[in-house]
């Protein structure tokens, strides 16, 4: 069974820090390309960060830029997003999916634009809740 498992979410103080973990099983990631995105009640799912499958891409949310970090760890299967300087407008439910190659021959994947890439990812988690609050 194809799955991704996030891991790491909670309660936080304004100005503290979390770090997610996105968990395969099923299947490798090394050939994917991988998003964290959000959704917080009451409003439409957020793309926030992305990561080629080699690592050597990334992108981030303006909302979250210089604040957030995506990283990968294809010999452990995860994928993390390290949140740091939170604030209270980060409380969402966060999910992480994985998108396929781009080219079969390489199998190498890129991130796609966050803000309408949603569609093109294949396999999705069942999130994780982040609450930022005092």
């Known amino acids: 069974q194809l799955q991704l498992v996030e891991s790491g979410g909670g309660l936080v103080q304004p100005g503290g820090s979390l770090r997610l973990s996105c968990a395969a099983s099923g299947f490798t990631l090394d050939s994917y390309a991988i998003g964290w995105f959000r959704q917080a009640p009451g409003k439409e799912r957020e793309g926030v960060s992305c990561?080629?499958?080699?690592?050597?891409?990334?992108n981030y949310a303006d909302s979250v830029k210089g604040r957030f970090t995506i990283s990968r760890d294809n010999a452990k299967n995860t994928v993390y997003l390290q949140m740091n300087s939170l604030k209270p407008e980060d409380t969402a439910v966060y999910y992480c999916?994985?998108?396929?190659?781009?080219?079969?021959?390489?199998?190498?994947?890129?991130?796609?634009?966050?803000?309408?890439?949603?569609?093109?990812?294949?396999?999705w988690g069942q999130g994780t809740q982040v609450t930022v609050s005092s």
């Open positions: 999916a994985a998108r396929g190659p781009d080219d079969i021959t390489t199998l190498q994947a890129m991130c796609v634009a966050l803000s309408s890439g949603a569609p093109s990812y294949d396999y």
């Open positions: 990561i080629s499958s080699s690592g050597g891409s990334t």
